[in-house]
């Protein structure tokens, strides 16, 4: 099933570079439903629907794709969610939910036409790489938010915590500790250090384990997106299309930069093509419908797979390794729930992944003007609106305008005019 023999690989190896990726990505157990809980989404519900959405487009891509490629709820996407289109617009969960869920059918269609290739060869490569760093900036601005490192200013809005205050403490020996792993290249080093700094607030008594360590796997509210008609007039009536947008478009960008780049690295590219993609698109779209039905975020191919293919992972038996120790993690809700309940545990991971995604800043064309100006604007729109859906229209408005200033409009692709128009009058009618 595996082609295991073909791939010069072996069940040991396959295994062994599973467990790798799950320390490697473990933490998003943690982090993903404390995110989510800020939106109203109970933290069993969040926890439980994380695993379900991991498991169930992961187990898609062992078997469907065969790639050592795990899918789960995508960082970035959690933050953008929570805190600008339910928090920011106060809107009901369900609501919310409605718009992963459509996103997650409007993606799967898309994995089954040519027309998500065109969609990715439209969008300008400066700009793809301006919106993987603008997350990064956004997910890094709310780790400082959260531990208060970075705190509310009445004049400048934001200024420096008090260091001297014991969350933001731990949270500092929390970056400094999980620095130190990644500076020594340990496998799970994002994981390992929250381990570390839990026991530290335990120690300090910051952490109390009050509810147990383990318990069955439950959704306390239950299914929450199920009815496509009732979500698309969701959407409609609270005007959700850029919302909408900015999932598909995150979530494109997201699960074809992580396959190219882990497939390349695992040797399983064919003449620089990646075979069946729609398969591997396909369950990317399977894991946010199923996530949205149980309430999170939607999902995305992780980069964090990467560590897997590294220890020798080449098939989906490194997947499916992963689905059965995220299947045995569901059993220790009440464990994840107290570690995630302190900050400071949590914080530094956002932090540190927002410094690893923000590094792509290196790949934008900064000495052309026209090229670095629309992706600054999609950098810092990102953060100081709270909106990944602002970032991504301020670029793309400005992007058409600064060509055709240059009388270089023949070489924007139609699809960028049209995604302009329509972001100018989202922010416009609808922001």
């Not at 898609?60 to 996407?77: D, H, K, Q, S």
């Not at 975020?297 to 590294?310: I, K």
Request: hydrophobic content about 55%; charged content about 10%; glycine content about 10%.
């Amino acid at each position: 099933m595996f082609q295991l023999k073909e791939r010069s690989t072996n069940v040991k190896t396959e295994v062994l570079a599973g467990l790798t990726t799950f320390l490697t990505l473990a933490y998003i157990i943690i982090v993903n439903p404390k995110i989510l809980s800020d939106a109203g989404v109970p933290f069993e519900q969040g926890f439980t629907a994380t695993i379900v959405a991991t498991v169930v487009g992961t187990l898609f891509m062992a078997l469907l794709a065969n790639y050592p490629i795990v899918i789960a709820p995508a960082m970035g996407l959690n933050a953008y969610f929570t805190y600008s289109v339910i928090v920011n617009h106060q809107l009901p969960l369900s609501v919310g939910f409605s718009a992963v869920f459509i996103t997650g059918l409007l993606f799967l269609l898309l994995s089954l036409t040519k027309f998500r290739s065109k969609l990715i060869e439209a969008i300008p490569n400066n700009l793809k790489h301006a919106i993987a760093a603008g997350i990064g900036l956004f997910i890094a601005f709310i780790g400082l938010r959260l531990s208060g490192i970075v705190t509310d200013h009445p004049t400048n809005l934001v200024t420096l915590g008090d260091f001297g205050s014991p969350g933001v403490a731990l949270t500092l020996i929390g970056i400094a500790i999980t620095i130190v792993l990644m500076a020594l290249n340990i496998n799970g080093a994002l994981f390992i250090g929250m381990v570390i700094t839990g026991i530290i607030a335990y120690a300090t008594g910051q952490l109390q384990f009050s509810e147990g360590i383990v318990s069955l796997p439950h959704l306390p509210e239950g299914l929450v997106a199920v009815n496509p008609i009732q979500s698309i007039q969701d959407i409609v009536e609270y005007g959700l299309y850029g919302v909408v947008f900015s999932f598909l478009f995150v979530m494109l960008f997201d699960t074809t930069g992580a396959l190219l780049a882990i497939t390349r690295q695992a040797g399983l590219l064919k003449d620089g093509k990646l075979e069946r993609a729609g398969r591997a698109f396909t369950a990317d779209s399977v894991g946010t419908i199923a996530g949205a039905m149980t309430g999170t975020s939607p999902t995305a191919a992780t980069v964090e797979s990467s560590a897997g293919v590294g220890a020798g992972g080449k098939t989906g038996l490194t997947a499916l390794t992963v689905v059965v120790l995220f299947a045995a993690a569901s059993f220790f809700g009440p464990l994840i729930n107290t570690l995630a309940g302190v900050s400071a545990i949590t914080a530094p991971s956002l932090i540190i992944v927002g410094c690893l995604m923000i590094r792509s800043i290196s790949e934008i064309e900064w000495n052309d003007f026209e090229e670095a100006f629309p992706s600054f604007l999609i950098i810092v729109g990102m953060p100081l609106t709270s909106s990944i859906a602002n970032g991504i229209a301020l670029g793309f408005i400005a992007y058409p305008v600064m060509k055709i200033a240059r009388r270089k409009f023949r070489e924007v692709h139609p699809l960028v005019y049209v995604f302009a128009v329509l972001f100018l009058l989202q922010l416009i009618f609808i922001a």
